[in-house]
């Protein structure tokens, strides 16, 4: 089956993936039937993503069907349909001996340091995959994405008291304000330049549906406004805006927590003065750890999470470039996520 590779920033030429070879010991091959596509993607497709080494089968986010087991596997069996976490960490170094294989010191995503999923057959650890007896391959894809926003929210530690301001209305940011309104907040608001990406408030299923913020160029007086005169008291950045990180400061109410969730490659810079006066705490949050995918697929199951509405284009795996192309240039109907169908 003839596949698409990245050569390089805004390049994709046909290949044809080698012979997979059949699984080792606590290995499984899975066919992939999804593949979405997202921001990590564009960014490598644009040639403005951290860590990534070109040429690279793209592919991280996927709904698969386990097609063959290795020796020593014992909670996955061939025709399982699964998501993948694709953070293949090495179990070995201090991060991961503490608990945190979200930021292993070796760390390989697939997709960006090592081949991801653009391809029919793939090779994994077993450990890799969480099964679902009753999710469609677009919600196991979808998995992943969501994953992002369970962690941050995990790591902001939400009150209900709390008032929260979470920057960008992308997928990621919709994915905080979806786990953020399960803690039924005193206030939660979304705010974003684009009316567009803001009208997805209305058009996703949300436990808290947030308040629309349309930033323009008194920011500080809008966000102040959508919490009733007051400043956040949490703010989740999903932008990946150098700008937009540092001006959290400004925004954050007395002893909020400022939580990063978008990469930039930029050096940030802050008033030290500021920082301690208001005695915020800023963290960083990075992938998604085994019990996030856990806990989205027990509220997908549960129906507890729609996520139908979320994917808003779908290309077969033959217009890949096209897709990439076709996203890039949109303006009037902005995609939400975009999903590729690895059989056609």
């Known amino acids: 089956m003839h596949t698409w590779i990245l050569e390089k920033p805004g390049l994709f030429s046909r290949t044809e993936p080698g012979h997979m070879a059949d699984p080792a ?7 992939v039937h999804r593949m979405g596509l997202c921001g990590t993607d564009y960014h490598a497709y644009q040639g403005e993503q951290p860590y990534f080494a070109y040429p690279r089968l793209l592919g991280h986010e996927l709904g698969v069907e386990v097609i063959a087991t290795g020796e020593d596997v014992q909670q996955i069996a061939a025709g399982d349909r699964c998501a993948v976490r694709p953070y293949l960490a090495c179990g070995r170094c201090d991060a991961c001996l503490r608990g945190y294989t979200n930021a292993c010191e070796q760390m390989q995503v697939l997709g960006v340091h090592v081949d991801g999923g653009l391809q029919l057959y793939l090779k ?29 929210v995990h790591r902001a530690r939400l009150q209900a008291d709390d008032r929260v301001l979470i920057l960008g209305a992308g997928p990621i940011g919709l994915a905080v304000a979806t786990f953020a309104g399960l803690h039924q907040l005193q206030k939660l608001a979304v705010a974003d ?19 629309p913020v349309l930033l323009s160029q ?10 009733d005169g007051k400043k956040p008291t949490v703010i989740f950045d999903a932008t990946g805006n150098a700008r937009s990180m540092e001006q959290c400061f400004s925004y954050a109410a007395q002893g909020a927590r400022i939580i990063y969730v978008g990469l930039c490659q930029q050096h940030l810079s802050f008033s030290d003065p500021l920082f301690h006066q208001k005695e915020l705490t800023l963290f960083a949050s990075r992938n998604s750890l085994p019990a996030d995918f856990a806990y989205i697929i027990e509220l997908l199951e549960s129906g507890h999470l729609q996520v139908q509405a979320w994917v808003t284009h779908r290309y077969p795996l033959a217009q890949l470039p096209q897709a990439f ?18 059989e056609t």
């Open 218 to 227: 008194e920011p500080m007086e809008q966000i102040c406004a959508a919490f």
């Open 193 to 211: 330049l684009q009316a567009q990406r803001l009208s997805f408030l209305q058009k996703l299923s949300f436990p808290q549906r947030p308040s």
């Open 325 to 342: 192309e076709a996203i890039h240039q949109t303006r009037d109907d902005i995609c939400l996520k975009a999903m590729i169908d690895m």
């Open 25 to 31: 010991a606590g290995e499984v091959l899975v066919k």
């Open 124 to 152: 994994l650890p077993a450990s890799q995959l969480h099964k679902s007896s009753t999710l469609s391959f677009d919600a196991l894809a979808l998995v992943e994405p969501l994953s992002i926003g369970a962690h941050a």
